[in-house]
């Protein structure tokens, strides 16, 4: 059984290689080019995507006024987000390297890069850098909290979860005590991939 858990979860990081070589055929298609992590559009592109900006108040109006209303609340939960990017970058610091698990690089999750879209208007910026930002906090936060379950306790739940983090798969099946008993200590220290993929970057 856990040999073929383990097929599906290289057939999957198989997929997700294939999909980001796909995403990346999009840059032939939509004209632009990736320099030293910069976005370079054609010149004609940027100019046909600025004369079609609409301004920030028809944008505004084509949503419900009740929608609009809601502009506060949204904004209100940036302070907590910014207090947990804080936090899980303080506690990754100076918790990782005590139980020797690789960090996560933030700039993998918290990719800024939307809000420049020059065929966008000035709220249609802010709301994505609200956005990119708020879901790229959430990524990297989850990140280091599996990477954390895997430390502490790598057990699996009893119920089928919606999604899974990256870490599951290394995790023990709900209910097996002989295999969490046998192996906790080499399962908790199972990062060689993330080394591997450190590795391969570099």
Not at 10 to 17: G, S
Not at 19 to 29: A, C, F, S, T, V
Not at 71 to 97: E, G, H, K, N, R
Not at 117 to 125: A, G, H, P, S
Request: with cysteine; hydrophobic share 40%; charged share 30%.
């Amino acid at each position: 059984m856990d040999n073929r858990i383990e097929e599906i979860a290289a057939q999957i990081k198989i997929l997700e290689d294939e999909l980001m070589l796909e995403l990346r055929k999009k840059q032939d298609e939509f004209f632009y080019t990736l320099e030293d992590k910069k976005v370079k559009f054609q010149e004609n592109v940027i100019k046909e995507g600025r004369s079609k900006i609409i301004s920030s108040i028809r944008y505004l109006s084509s949503f419900p006024v009740l929608a609009v209303f809601t502009i506060p609340f949204i904004w209100s939960m940036m302070l907590p987000a910014l207090l947990v990017d804080i936090f899980v970058t303080i506690y990754q610091s100076v918790c990782f390297p005590i139980y020797k698990i690789p960090k996560v690089k933030r700039s993998d999750y918290v990719i800024m890069d939307r809000y420049n879209l020059f065929y966008l208007d000035r709220v249609e910026k802010i709301n994505c850098w609200y956005c990119e930002y708020f879901n790229g906090v959430i990524a990297y936060t989850r990140e280091i909290a599996a990477r954390t379950e895997q430390f502490w306790c790598p057990i699996k739940h009893s119920r089928t979860q919606k999604e899974m983090h990256s870490r599951y798969e290394k995790f023990f099946d709900f209910g097996d005590y002989a295999s969490y008993r046998r192996e906790l200590e080499k399962r908790r220290a199972d990062f060689k991939d993330l080394e591997e993929q450190t590795t391969e970057v570099i």
